[in-house]
């Protein structure tokens, strides 16, 4: 843009500097011309009156008149008189010398080097005589190259100037779009504290406000979707608490141990759901977990649940850190979804296996397989008994992460889901820790 302004700014001003100073170039050459031949007639007149007064008109006196003009002292003024030598220094041809005296008025004639201008002036006798002042081409355009130099340089200057400002006003308003467009991607990244300082011309400046307000209103509606979040997952509360004494009411034994563990892990879970959500989207900091210690957690979890069932099972992989920029709740939401995928949707005794490594965690099983991933993937409408919510989550979990959601048939011939990370993607700074091996 900045360059585009530019080009326009120094294209116009040319053009209206040629047109302008082309015609005021031809003005000044010929108002120098006029000049020199003005100060020709002037010199010419003189010249007629210094013939008025000499007495006799004999050509000593006609020495000594044209020895009195300054034109005569510097070798340009001739006094022709019929059939008599010529006083002076002439330059004209002899045939416009003639045709000056038989028309009897005063003309400009070529000469060589310049022009030569002859009055006729008409003695005593009624004889006629041709005054001859001759005007060089060095005089007809004298000053010319300094004016059209002036002019010149007037022009330069202007193009100049003109190109500077439109490139100050081009670099203002390149540096107030580029503001706002650092901002809108801040704020799309993830920054919720992005804001872009109004500046520019008054159409960016509003701009601006109009995204500081978009922002705001979109951080507004996300913190009420969060407290929406967070209210209804408060009323699980009593429902959860009553499910409790139920549970603690059970005699002691594994089956009563599992089931208070996992309402100990439900409401550990609540909680952690209604604290995030009753935090202000713009508060939150950008989280990094490590998706290998995360599928070790959940696997042990899962892994009773298996026993009980006779699943077989396997897991490889997991040997490095695998850091992931998803909060930690959230990966373990998704883990969660993926595991609880193959029990709630395959026979008891079916088999999976689970595969975590940098490029991303992978779960194949031995069931009947999703005939149609796209709709697995649509809330409410995913077929075979299940609302799609939880693909869905882990759908924007892996794109959050940086990676996709890929659903296709496993090696045991039944259902392979996958969170396939970005192998490009750039290294998550974070600090070393071992990691939990999962390789069973």
């Known amino acids: 843009m900045r360059s585009a302004l530019m080009r326009l700014s120094f294209a116009i001003t040319s053009m209206i500097a040629l047109a302008f100073l082309v015609p005021l170039a031809y003005v000044t050459k010929q108002i120098a011309h006029d000049r020199a031949l003005a100060e020709a007639r002037y010199q010419a007149d003189a010249m007629v009156a210094a013939l008025a007064s000499a007495p006799g008109n004999g050509s000593g006196a006609l020495d000594r008149a044209v020895a009195t003009v300054p034109a005569g002292q510097s070798g340009r003024l001739a006094v022709h008189l019929g059939g008599e030598p010529t006083i002076g220094t002439s330059h004209a041809l002899s045939a416009d010398v003639d045709r000056a005296a038989r028309q009897r008025r005063s003309l ?111 951080v507004a509606f996300a913190d009420a979707e969060r407290e929406l979040a967070a209210d209804l997952s408060h009323r699980l509360r009593t429902p959860l608490t009553a499910l409790r004494l139920d549970a603690d009411a059970m005699p002691p034994g594994p089956i009563g141990e599992r089931m208070r563990q996992a309402f100990d892990a439900l409401d550990d879970e609540i909680e ?125 979990v892996a794109e959050t992460a940086g990676g996709r959601l890929v659903i296709e048939r496993s090696p045991l011939r039944g259902a392979r889901i996958a969170i396939e990370l970005d192998p490009f993607a750039p290294e998550i700074p974070t600090t070393h820790r071992p990691a939990r091996r999962v390789v069973r």
């Open 108 to 218: 400009t004639a070529d000469a060589p080097g310049g022009v030569a201008y002859l009055q006729t002036v008409v003695l005593d006798g009624d004889r006629t005589a041709v005054v001859e002042v001759y005007v060089s081409d060095d005089d007809l355009s004298r000053g010319v190259g300094a004016a059209w130099l002036a002019l010149a340089g007037l022009a330069v200057v202007l193009v100049a100037g003109s190109t500077l400002v439109a490139d100050r006003l081009g670099a203002q308003i390149v540096r107030a779009t580029r503001h706002l467009a650092e901002g809108a991607r801040a704020f799309g990244d993830g920054d919720l504290h992005a804001r872009v300082e109004p500046e520019g011309p008054p159409e960016l400046r509003d701009a601006a406000r109009s995204f500081n307000r978009m922002a705001e209103q979109m």
């Open 272 to 396: 952690q759901i209604i604290t995030a959500a009753r935090r202000s989207a713009a508060d939150r900091t950008p989280q990094t977990s490590d998706l290998v210690e995360v599928v070790a957690d959940r696997l042990a979890f899962w892994s009773v649940l298996a026993e009980d069932q006779n699943r077989p099972w396997r897991v490889t992989g997991g040997r490095e850190p695998v850091y992931v920029p998803v909060a930690e709740s959230d990966l373990v939401s998704a883990v969660d979804c993926l595991l609880g995928n193959v029990f709630q949707h395959t026979a008891e005794g079916t088999a999976f296996e689970v595969h975590v490594s940098a490029r991303g965690l992978t779960v194949d099983d031995a069931g009947p397989g999703i005939a149609d991933p796209d709709r697995a993937l649509r809330r409410g409408s995913s077929g075979a008994g299940s609302t799609g919510l939880g693909l869905d989550i882990v759908r924007r």
